[in-house]
């Protein structure tokens, strides 16, 4: 008797031929696969990416990506998780144990800090925040202790751009006179990570600056479509991909193929979106440092824009994202109104998407350290409109400062 109907469309007997050939990779969707036999399912390895356990563990597409991502960073080994800040969390969290210390650039991307003053603090680890400008204030900051540095370039929303090699040295020589003192301390040397989502890859090798592990939040400009949140985490260490291949496991961090597909289909545009939008960027950075209302422009290729040398020497390319502080005498409520005028810059967080965007943001409030500006700060993320066209919206939201009163 043949088996039911429900029965034969789920085990249906025609498979299609293997090697369908093109030019997108195949999505791969899975909770579990498939084994063959008891022995299979026992012992197949997943970890160096010879075979297929679970969804969770990798698919033929989350594979693919993971091999491209550290491609694009120039590293060895990438692990995949659902946002930046899911990677964010991932380092911290394979790495940080009770009692250990964690440093912190005071112009870290906000969550980064929060995930520290929150989760982090409630287990034991304690959070320093150095100045990113003074390798010499890192190097103060150093105890025994201390587990992990995190590293960002340019510091979000201020975009100062740190000497990175300086800083890398500074680790280094902690690292250097641990082995010299011998003791547990030898075991776990001081780490070293990098928001690399500003440079996406392209503007620098983070590896080549020295850093131990790279990441990524994907949802930018490997992305480029504003529509998919993904985080990665790369390195050249197969020591370090390990522990970060276990935490992520242990922790069911996997993504979804729908989304490693929108990523896949991002990444052979990547370098080409990211020269085009820093091209922009440029041209109206230099413009608004031109504008009376506006105090300074921070962007990291302007010679006035703090580690302007640093930028010139390591990095080739620079992001879509430059900050306007304007002249103290405007309140906050000019500067938001000048927000809320603007119609082809739309408001929001994100950026390296094909909108432009922006956001004022009170810089006091989110940092430690002392800030030297008294005027608002807004921050723009250059999309791919015209110039021309953007100009032309900032010039008309500009005519907000003009008028007598807010
Ligand atoms: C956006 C961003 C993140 C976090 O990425 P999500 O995918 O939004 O979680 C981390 N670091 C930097 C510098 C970012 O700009």
């Excluded at 080994?77 to 659902?82: F, K, S, T, W």
């Excluded at 003074?134 to 202790?145: G, M, N, S, V, Y």
């Excluded at 370098?271 to 962007?299: F, I, K």
């Excluded at 993320?381 to 500009?398: K, M, S």
């Amino acid at each position: 008797m043949p088996e039911s109907l429900p029965t034969r469309l789920i085990h249906h007997s025609y498979v299609a031929p293997s090697g369908f050939d093109a030019v997108a990779p195949g999505v791969h969707k899975a909770s579990t696969v498939f084994f063959g036999n008891v022995h299979e399912l026992r012992h197949r390895e997943w970890r160096d990416k010879s075979g297929y356990t679970y969804g969770l563990h990798g698919t033929p597409t989350t594979f693919t990506l993971e091999e491209r991502i550290a491609t694009l960073e120039g590293g060895q080994h990438c692990v995949l998780v659902p946002s930046g800040l899911a990677a964010v969390a991932l380092v911290d969290q394979a790495f940080l144990r009770q009692g250990d210390e964690l440093l912190v650039p005071d112009n870290a991307y906000g969550p980064n800090k929060a995930l520290a003053e929150g989760e982090l603090k409630g287990w034991g680890i304690t959070t320093r925040y150095y100045d990113p400008m003074d390798p010499a204030d890192l190097a103060r900051l150093i105890t025994p202790a201390t587990r992990l540095v995190w590293l960002e370039a340019p510091g979000s929303i201020t975009l100062e751009f740190p000497d990175l090699r300086a800083l890398v040295a500074v680790i280094t020589q902690a690292n250097a006179e641990r082995a010299g003192q011998g003791g547990a301390n030898t075991a776990r040397p001081l780490l070293s990570v990098l928001d690399n989502t500003w440079g996406a890859g392209i503007a620098f090798n983070a590896f080549e600056l020295g850093v131990d592990m790279s990441m990524q939040a994907l949802t930018k400009y490997p992305s480029g479509g504003a529509d998919v949140l993904m985080g990665s985490v790369v390195t050249r260490d197969a020591t370090l991909h390990h522990s970060l291949l276990m935490t992520h496991m242990r922790l069911g961090l996997g993504v979804g193929g729908n989304d490693a597909e929108l990523v896949l289909r991002g990444l052979p545009s990547v370098a080409l979106r990211y020269h085009a939008q820093d091209a922009s960027t440029r041209a109206l950075a230099e413009w608004m440092q031109q504008r009376p209302e506006v105090a300074c422009v921070l962007h990291p290729a302007l010679p006035s824009s703090p580690g302007h040398a640093h930028w010139l020497r390591d990095a080739s390319a620079a992001a879509c994202l430059f900050s306007a502080v304007f002249k103290p005498e405007y309140p906050q409520a000019l500067v938001d109104a000048f927000c809320d005028r603007l119609q082809r810059f739309r408001l929001g967080w994100s950026w390296a998407g094909p909108i432009s965007l922006c956001a004022p943001y009170d810089v006091p409030a989110i940092r430690q350290r002392h800030w030297p500006h008294a005027g608002g700060l807004v921050r723009f993320a250059i999309g791919l409109e015209a110039v021309a066209d953007l100009q032309a919206d900032l010039t008309q939201a500009l005519q907000v400062f003009a008028r007598p009163s807010a």
